[in-house]
């Protein structure tokens, strides 16, 4: 029997809102607060490596979910609760670390508490593969990107008051008790009965000799290229242009995250109405419209518009990808094949980042989200290889 979907959504909005938390803290707060212990920025930027290892570790925890029943409390249910524990157990003990006099400690620490995350993003993953009805699978990645933004809209400026009328001690102990809020959810959830065609198979894995998921695959690297790399640009651009202040370029960020929430939800929505193939072609005309409009910035009141409508185009085409690999993951290695499809789209990120860099030190910022956009229209040839004619007789093993 399905879970009731009053309690799968905020459930995965939930889980996915304390991942955006700590999103929040390490891009608005953590290298200020290594600053304070007069570490350098090669040194910030190490532990910053380090703790993105677990990410790229993550393929295996799917692995580890797919296979082991933890104790025959289940395959998910069992992890998530670990991985958030951990998580908040991190949070209280890093106060108690001084970065300047024990370094490898406070690298280890961050390991530690990105692995807890990692843990209960891949099973919470794995939890909706496996709970989730096909026509569903938009709504549900609509909750999960926008519950992520949402995370990081509100709680980029918290966290900050925190700090600024009490202390970083209480600031990491706020988002220690954060961590938690999902517990009851987590414990209401029911995991579904194991059925012969959901058990972990090692052949399953020839999944991605499919030309299908090959081309969705390099879909999710192209997009993730595309719209991280436009990303990248944008305050930098906007304060070339116009010389704005970080108060400013916070407000950007957060109105790009309002852009983002706003996209997955009701592009989840529109993905389960007009299909995954409308869904994907959609979502790439609204990325190339959105990220050409950004070099027709000419003024900080039409940046704030036109940011805000490519963070919608950004959640949206992050929901129609995830949903879109809900769709041709196969359920008996559901959290291992979904990690590894979206660390593929990770590696698109890694490169847009020094891509797009070289390119506005080549042929300036303008210019280069022209290019940007241009590449992403090639995001229509992938979606012939996911759904064209040769194709057809391509079916996943979760619709068999």
């Given at each position: 029997m399905t879970q009731s979907r009053w309690l799968r959504y905020p459930l995965f909005a939930l889980l996915y809102f304390v991942q955006g938390a700590i999103v929040a803290y390490f891009t608005?707060?953590?290298?200020?607060?290594?600053?304070?212990?007069?570490?350098?920025?090669?040194?910030?930027?190490?532990?910053?490596?380090?703790?993105?290892?677990?990410?790229?570790?993550?393929?295996?925890?799917?692995?580890?979910?797919d296979r082991v029943n933890f104790f025959k409390l289940g395959?998910?249910?069992?992890?998530?609760?670990?991985?958030?524990?951990?998580?908040?157990?991190?949070?209280?003990?890093?106060?108690?670390?001084?970065p300047g006099k024990q370094y490898w400690l406070y690298a280890a620490l961050a390991f530690t508490l990105m692995s807890g995350q990692a843990l209960?993003?891949?099973?919470?993953?794995?939890?909706?593969?496996?709970?989730?009805?096909?026509?569903?699978?938009?709504?549900?990645?609509?909750?999960?990107?926008?519950?992520?933004?949402?995370g990081v809209v509100i709680?980029?400026?918290v966290i900050g008051l925190v700090v600024d009328a009490f202390s970083w001690r209480i600031m990491f102990y706020f988002l220690a008790g954060m961590s938690l809020l999902p517990?009851?959810?987590?414990?209401?959830?029911?995991?579904?009965?194991?059925?012969?065609?959901?058990?972990?198979?090692?052949?399953?894995?020839?999944?991605?000799?499919?030309?299908?998921?090959?081309?969705l695959a390099a879909l999710g690297a192209l997009y993730s290229f595309t719209t991280n790399g436009a990303n990248q640009i944008i305050n930098p651009f906007i304060d070339f242009e116009f010389g704005i202040s970080y108060s400013a370029a916070g407000l950007f960020t957060t109105m790009w995250g309002v852009?983002?929430?706003?996209?997955?939800?009701?592009?989840?929505?529109?993905?389960?109405?007009?299909?995954?193939?409308?869904?994907?072609?959609?979502?790439?005309?609204?990325?190339?419209?959105?990220?050409?409009?950004?070099?027709a910035i000419q003024s900080t009141s039409l940046a704030f518009i036109l940011v805000t409508a490519f963070g919608l185009a950004y959640g949206y085409f992050e929901t129609v990808y995830f949903?879109?690999?809900?769709?041709?993951?196969?359920?008996?290695?559901a959290a291992s094949m979904f990690s590894i499809l979206m660390a593929i789209a990770n590696i698109g990120t890694a490169i847009s980042m020094s891509v797009s860099g070289s390119l506005v030190d080549n042929i300036g910022f303008r210019m280069t989200f022209v290019v940007i956009a241009v590449i992403n229209l090639l995001g229509f040839l992938l979606v012939r290889g996911i759904f064209g004619r040769l194709n057809q007789g391509f079916q996943p093993a979760s619709a068999k």
């Open positions: 608005a707060l953590n290298a200020l607060y290594l600053i304070s212990f007069d570490l350098t920025m090669s040194q910030i930027g190490l532990i910053g490596t380090i703790g993105m290892i677990p990410f790229v570790l993550k393929i295996f925890l799917g692995m580890l979910s395959h998910r249910k069992p992890y998530i609760l670990i991985g958030l524990v951990i998580q908040s157990i991190c949070l209280i003990i890093v106060p108690m670390i001084d209960y993003d891949t099973c919470t993953d794995g939890l909706a593969l496996d709970t989730t009805l096909p026509d569903e699978q938009g709504t549900v990645q609509g909750f999960m990107v926008g519950g992520r933004a949402l709680l980029s400026a517990l009851p959810l987590v414990f209401l959830v029911r995991e579904i009965s194991r059925t012969e065609n959901r058990k972990f198979e090692w052949k399953a894995f020839s999944a991605f000799t499919k030309f299908p998921v090959i081309c852009g983002v929430v706003l996209g997955g939800l009701t592009g989840g929505r529109l993905v389960d109405r007009i299909g995954q193939r409308r869904a994907v072609q959609t979502a790439i005309i609204i990325s190339f419209t959105a990220i050409a409009a950004l070099a949903a879109l690999s809900m769709k041709l993951t196969d359920p008996r290695i």
